[in-house]
């Protein structure tokens, strides 16, 4: 805490750059915390011209009964009632800088878990975690670009592993479709999903369909139309071609 006190006040300390503005950069928007693991590291940066006062907001996605998943927060939990602890939750990244955030997760692995974890920038209030004044904080409104009135935040996914994962995927051609289904009890992704409509030509940009346990794909498959792809499940990947 001590150390997060004298970074906020050098930081606060600077000149603020004139017509300036936050820019943060979350890297990867999926995270895996592997079976093997209770921690991870997320690295955060500001590419910006400004500091960047970026509030971390945690949901878990529970699964209803129809199959659909609601959003439930974690912030207004007790910090022993949490599953996922994010520290700290409150960070300010200088411009062109970088902070990292830890992710402990400590609650049950009996079956894969899902977290959604949002990283807004804020304008810093005396009283609200980053031990900022009220002046201070008009000032650093002030110094941010005219017309700046809301700053770009972004969302990601954390995907805690079961204890025991299990990576099976049924990859079928059948009836003019290939049927993707994932069997296992852990996401798989199929990496470089790539489509052409004719032998290596007329090709789309590789993308990366995300797939959850239980679920089931199927793209149309035609005489000319061909398709490429990796099944990625923790460390284990099998290449597909049709």
Not at 32 to 48: C, E, H, M, P, W
Not at 67 to 95: C, F, H, T
Not at 176 to 202: H, P, Y
Request: aromatic content about 10%.
């Amino acid at each position: 805490m001590k150390n997060f006190l004298i970074l906020a006040a050098a930081l606060l300390l600077q000149p603020w750059v004139a017509h300036a503005a936050p820019r943060i950069n979350i890297g990867a928007l999926s995270d895996f915390l592997d079976a093997s693991s209770a921690t991870q590291v997320k690295r955060i940066y500001n590419t910006g011209t400004s500091t960047a006062f970026v509030k971390v907001s945690v949901w878990e996605l529970v699964r209803a009964a129809d199959g659909s998943y609601q959003e439930v927060p974690m912030d207004n939990q007790a910090v022993a009632q949490r599953g996922l602890i994010v520290s700290p939750a409150r960070l300010i990244v200088p411009a062109g800088g970088m902070q990292a955030v830890r992710l402990l997760y400590r609650g049950e692995r009996e079956q894969e878990r899902y977290y959604r974890l949002r990283f807004n920038p804020v304008m810093p209030q005396s009283g609200d975690g980053f031990a900022v004044s009220e002046r201070d904080g008009e000032d650093y409104k002030a110094s941010l670009s005219t017309g700046v009135q809301v700053m770009a935040g972004y969302g990601s996914l954390l995907y805690v592993r079961p204890q025991q994962p299990r990576f099976e995927v049924d990859v079928q051609e059948k009836a003019g479709q290939i049927v993707v289904r994932n069997t296992g009890n852990s996401t798989v992704q199929l990496d470089r999903f790539r489509v052409c409509e004719g032998k290596g030509a007329d090709c789309k940009a590789p993308v990366v369909h995300t797939m959850l346990p239980g679920a089931v794909r199927s793209f149309e498959k035609t005489a000319q139309r061909q398709y490429s792809f990796d099944v990625i499940g923790g460390s284990h990947s099998k290449r597909y071609e049709f």
